[in-house]
RNA sequence: GGCGAGGUAGCUCAGAUGGUUAGAGCGCAGGAUUCAUAACCCUGAGGUCAGGGGUUCAACUCCCCUCCUCGCUACCA
């Protein structure tokens, strides 16, 4: 459907989690983008509804909680103030910001909870969970903790080890524990509610793979095709959890349990559309229910599983929902060269930037979105950040807006001067006036906003251009008409620039106005040379943007490098020492000198390499998962430190006969143990 | 290894359905200018489009293989 056909629009921007402040990847991934877009939609005069939220349910929060010694709530009621101030604070415009925690959202997803459940569209399945008999109740994956079956490491969660990195499923654990109680847990029979997704595999792939080819992006189009397509198929996904933070389950002998996350933050935006319509004393339901409603996602790509499939799956079997025409999904923004990270707290933190940098969100905006990771990863470095703004937004943007308005107070005393016969150099700048705004309007229904921007920047330097080319400081001279003309003219397209830089800019676009004594002007005013009428007057000029100084960044980058020599100290503590053992504890293992006779890669394996080493009792085969680390010619011929009595055990369909023993460093590098000096083949460890 | 996304000028990135000398911005060099936050404007240098095969009259664009980066996933006794 041609976009100019859609009736109204609803845009959602992706409900951050409120366990943490707001980064620029948040801004980058989903909230400039969605803010440029439906900014332009309305000053298009568009029927649009922009809704977010805070996403306020998950173990993460109670866990968060827990440590702090407060209640959930309380974790929630602080993160949603502050995320909710950041977004004002950087002109985020939404309609409503909700969250879910509130009432109408629990009755919402409740709601739809019960209508899927009547339909029969869930699979009840009886699981062994692990129960906490001391605290009574049942433990999130992260609630357990145990030692790592793959590397040994004591402190491994019940869903992932962070030391290895392997992802595991708590009764992997070796020796769980509670982290509420500290006891051991035991499993006990609990029931879920699984949604089977496998059933709307051929409708996901018709309406995903088929009908949206063309239209939505490569990279959630190959997110989308990798779930449908895997060998597997779409795994049925449990919408219910044992917990009490959250919305419990509105089913009998659901006591204790509450929706997943994931099933009720994207119903969140719904929940968020009714209150805004509430308050506006309107009807939410075209918003979400009218064929003629064009639907909206902005996320990141980590998002992209649950609003393409998930969400999709429970609005169609719900029914009478609209699906998105499109999810727009961003890739990654790193930060200097390092992936973001809340909990290594390596992020610039947008409460932080405001403080540092007041007044000037714009420029982060600009920055955002000139850098946005639209098509893959991209870096946000304070350098770029620097040469961006003098180059681009001090010297390009700033200086023709200042020109214009210098020129005019210079030569006219503020008032816009009358225009007069016109040459061919004007007419090409009043074509640029009328070609821009089409330009730009169409990268943004596309989605290319840092395209867009980069249009909005040429038309700023057509402004320059024209100033350069027809001269007015030289005409005043000789022949003030003509430069009255000019300055005409380039007034107009400094006017003209401020709607077009709008979406992006909103505060300099505010400052435009003000200076032009504008309002209310709109992308349908945009194109037109009569917005500033002869005689109008025109504020002094001020500054839009001015220069960011090497010492400004510099002290950003060394605040980020402290962070940083600050984290590799605190992740890389040495490893505290385990429980005492007796002497036959030690004794059972049998360490011997080893030599590897050989050694090659393990086929279809990245991390494996198949030895064969002389233990002096034989040769024995052992895989060692250290193809990382080294190569097979590193250990050819070495000695090395070898568990000989470890049970044998088959990966990847060989017997692995012993553990060869090396030590990890700081930075998870593997380091051989050697010999001092050449020893026999078999000789023991003590 | 499987799946997905990328690998285009020093840097950041554009390049529907294959078709004249591969583009932009920044940076760099030179020039011009002085209204402007020494900014603007003009010109220029810079790329065997990751590498190798193939299809074609013609490939950055299609096919195959290899290498590298990122994400998800499997193997680390």
């Not at 959930?72 to 415009?93: C, L, N, T, W």
């Not at 209508?115 to 008999?133: I, S, V």
């Not at 308005?405 to 006036?433: C, E, Q, W």
Request: charged share 25%; with cysteine; hydrophobic share 40%.
């Amino acid at each position: 459907m041609n976009p100019k056909n859609f009736k109204r629009y609803t845009v959602t921007a992706a409900l951050p989690y409120a366990n943490g402040p707001l980064h620029i990847g948040h801004l980058a991934g989903c909230y400039i983008p969605s803010d440029i877009y439906v900014r332009y939609l309305r000053s298009r005069e568009r029927d649009v509804a922009y809704v977010c939220g805070s996403d306020e349910h998950g173990v993460a929060i109670t866990i968060k909680a827990r440590k702090e010694g407060i209640s959930p709530q309380e974790v929630v009621d602080r993160y949603h103030e502050m995320m909710k101030r950041s977004f004002a604070e950087f002109g985020i415009s939404f309609d409503h910001y909700s969250r879910t925690s509130a009432k109408i959202h629990h009755e919402t997803a409740s709601g739809f909870f019960e209508d899927l459940y009547q339909k029969g569209e869930f699979l009840e399945q009886t699981t062994q969970q692990y129960y906490d008999e001391e605290a009574g109740q049942f433990l999130a994956d992260r609630y357990i903790e145990g030692t790592c079956p793959k590397c040994g490491h004591e402190h491994a969660y019940g869903d992932q080890c962070e030391k290895c990195g392997s992802s595991l499923s708590p009764t992997d654990l070796i020796n769980p524990k509670s982290k509420l109680s500290g006891s051991t847990p035991v499993l006990k029979d609990t029931k879920h509610w699984f949604l089977d997704l496998a059933r709307y595999t051929d409708f996901l792939k018709n309406w995903i793979l088929v009908d949206h080819e063309k239209d939505w992006k490569t990279n959630v189009l190959g997110q989308c095709r990798s779930w449908l397509e895997a060998g597997e198929g779409l795994q049925a996904r449990s919408m219910t959890r044992d917990m009490d933070w959250g919305i419990p389950v509105p089913v009998e002998g659901a006591e204790g349990k509450v929706l997943y996350v994931w099933f009720d933050a994207p119903i969140g935006y719904i929940s968020s559309t009714k209150e805004w319509a509430a308050e506006k004393g309107i009807d939410w339901e075209p918003y979400w229910k009218d064929e003629g409603t064009k639907l909206v996602h902005f996320i990141g790509k980590d998002n992209i599983v649950f609003h393409c499939i998930i969400f999709p799956a429970i609005l169609k079997t719900h029914g009478g929902y609209v699906l998105p025409d499109n999810v727009p999904a961003n890739e990654f923004l790193n930060l200097e060269g390092d992936k973001i990270s809340t909990s290594r707290s390596w992020a610039v933190w947008l409460h932080e930037y405001l403080e540092a940098f007041p007044g000037k969100q714009d420029v982060l905006r600009y920055v955002l979105t000139a850098n946005a990771p639209e098509t893959k990863d991209n870096d946000f470095t304070w350098k770029d950040y620097q040469l961006r703004n003098n180059s681009e937004l001090v010297a390009i943007f700033g200086n023709f807006v200042n020109r214009a308005v210098v020129l005019t107070h210079k030569f006219y005393n503020g008032l816009v001067p009358a225009l007069g016969d016109l040459s061919d150099i004007d007419r090409d700048a009043l074509a640029a006036l009328l070609e821009f705004p089409e330009k730009i309007a169409a990268s943004i229904e596309r989605y290319r906003f840092r395209e867009a921007l980069s249009y909005v920047m040429d038309f700023a330097r057509t402004g320059n251009k024209y100033l350069a080319d027809t001269e007015p400081w030289k005409s005043i001279k000789d022949n003030p008409e003509r430069t009255a003309t000019v300055l005409n003219i380039a007034l107009n397209i400094a006017a003209n620039l401020a709607i077009v830089a709008e979406p992006f800019l909103p505060h300099t676009a505010a400052k435009m106005y003000k200076m032009f004594g504008l309002s209310g002007l709109n992308w349908g005013d945009a194109g037109k040379h009569g917005l500033l009428k002869t005689g109008k007057t025109i504020q002094p000029a001020e500054l839009l943007f001015d220069k960011v100084e090497d010492e400004t960044v510099a002290a950003q980058v060394n605040k980020l490098m402290e962070t940083k020599k600050q984290n590799e100290m605190a992740v890389a503590p040495v490893t505290p020492m385990k429980d005492i053992i007796t002497y036959d504890d030690f004794a059972k293992l049998d360490m011997r000198v080893v030599k590897v006779l050989a050694a090659e890669p393990m086929p279809k394996s990245k991390k494996l390499l198949k030895l064969s080493v002389d233990t002096g009792l034989g040769t024995r085969t052992v895989l060692s998962g250290v193809a990382e680390h080294f190569k097979p010619e590193d250990l050819i011929g070495k000695q090395v430190v070898m568990l000989i009595n470890l049970a044998p055990r088959k990966i990847m369909g060989i017997d692995s006969e012993g553990m060869i023993l090396m030590a990890e460093d700081k930075d998870g590098s593997l380091r051989l143990l050697l010999p001092g000096s050449e020893t026999a083949n078999g000789s023991t460890i003590s």
